[in-house]
């Protein structure tokens, strides 16, 4: 079986989609990855053994150079990133058995509309909950589009997203669509996640209820990380007692200046040592000391589970990945999901969040007391177990069942 997976992001998007070609290829299928020709992403599918198509632009300087929030510039964004679909990844997918999708709406409406071109099987696939409509929450909004004020009913406010989804993007996708012989969609977002979406979330820690979409929740695709630990910051570990981590992945600067320096001055302040992550804001607050170690790519599942608490911007993958240590989390979040996961968080009793946009160190420190209680200790200990790790072969085993 031939399977080509696509997507568009940072390395929250692309790291779930190299894990599940992976564990495809341990099945004995033929599985590659379409994905940003940024030089970590190419060097993670490397190490996984994962062939790599890239596609459109790099993604890291976009998301450190865009001005947060800001629309300016998307129309074009969007026109490349289904472009790229429409001829890269539909080239990859010359003879693939299914095309498997995820990323922003521009790149799966355009994956959608190359796997239809070729007459291939198409799988929208996502890694949390919040894009997919339901009446528990609100939609999340789209950057340069506001939801109306005062409207208090999920469903309409969903249907308003569809609108405006419409709106945004489809004169743009049903004109590519044309050229290719492809009638016209109307309802885009619709087109894009199927009437039966998959959803990459542990089942505990994200539970679906159910709608009228046929969600097919698998479970979290990740890869046991059998990477050592950097021997200097092994060193650092066995030194003393469990740091606090602190990072916030692919965020920009411009997104954390308020926050990065003051979660570690609050974990230094409650007498903890500390252990920072780069990221893509080249997080540095100071050379490495006795009580600070900075760290760049480094295998968060060993890491974490030698921390005493993790300090972050609630990332799906950062979020899980702290859970299933078994590790307390204070999540700061910023916008898109996190603050979803920052709910789960706090209502599964494993850690807290705080999303004050400036906090102090001190209000920091208050916060970060709080998670290091003996009883978020415990539940944190007590949920881990109970987090799924075949996400990825139960994903694989769907995919295969379908197979000629």
């Given amino acids: 079986m031939r399977v080509v997976l696509t997507t568009y992001g940072s390395r929250g998007s692309v790291e779930p989609m190299a894990a599940l070609a992976a564990r495809l290829r341990e099945l004995g299928a033929e599985a590659r990855v379409c994905a940003p020709p940024d030089e970590e992403f190419a060097r993670r599918l490397e190490e996984l053994g994962v062939p790599m198509v890239p596609t459109s632009r790099p993604v890291r300087p976009l998301v450190t150079t865009v001005t947060p929030g800001s629309a300016e510039g998307l129309a074009e964004r969007a026109a490349e990133l289904m472009d790229a679909q429409l001829t890269t990844v539909a080239e990859a997918a010359e003879g693939a058995d299914v095309l498997v999708a995820t990323g922003p709406l521009p790149a799966v409406t355009g994956a959608r509309s190359a796997a239809e071109r070729l007459g291939i099987r198409y799988v929208h696939a996502g890694h949390q909950p919040v894009s997919l409509p339901s009446p528990d929450r609100r939609p999340p909004g789209r950057r340069g589009q506001p939801l109306p004020d005062g409207v208090t009913d999920n469903r309409a406010l969903w249907e308003e997203d569809a609108r405006i989804a419409r709106a945004m993007f489809g004169d743009m996708l049903n004109t590519r669509r044309a050229a290719f012989g492809l009638p016209p969609v109307d309802d885009v ?78 974990a230094r302040a409650r007498g903890h ?14 050379e490495s000391t006795p009580d600070c170690f900075v760290v760049g790519e480094v295998n968060h599942q060993r890491l974490f589970r030698r921390t005493s608490a993790v300090v972050h911007h609630g990332s799906a993958a950062t979020t899980t ?84």
Avoid at 329 to 338: C, I
Avoid at 392 to 399: C, H, K, N
């Fill in 321 to 404: 990945t702290a859970a299933q240590a078994g590790v307390p989390q204070l999540v700061l979040p910023r916008g898109a999901d996190q603050p979803y996961w920052a709910e789960r968080v706090t209502a599964l009793g494993i850690g807290a969040a705080y999303d004050d946009p400036a906090p102090t160190a001190d209000s920091l420190a208050a916060a970060l007391g709080t998670v290091l209680a003996p009883a978020i200790r415990s539940r944190a200990t007590e949920i881990a177990p109970t987090l799924r790790t075949d996400g990825t072969t139960v994903a694989a085993e769907l995919l295969l069942a379908t197979a000629d």
């Fill in 273 to 286: 040592r500390v252990v920072v992550s780069r990221g893509w804001a080249d997080l540095n607050p100071a």
């Fill in 189 to 266: 977002r619709g087109y894009a996640f199927t009437d039966r979406p998959w959803l990459a979330t542990d089942p505990v820690l994200s539970p679906w209820q159910p709608t009228g979409l046929g969600v097919v929740q698998t479970g979290a695709w990740h890869v046991t990380d059998e990477r050592p630990l950097p021997a200097d910051l092994v060193e650092f570990l066995d030194a003393g007692e469990p740091p606090v981590y602190v990072g916030f992945g692919s965020m920009p600067m411009g997104v954390l200046k308020d926050v990065a320096l003051p979660a570690v001055e609050a």
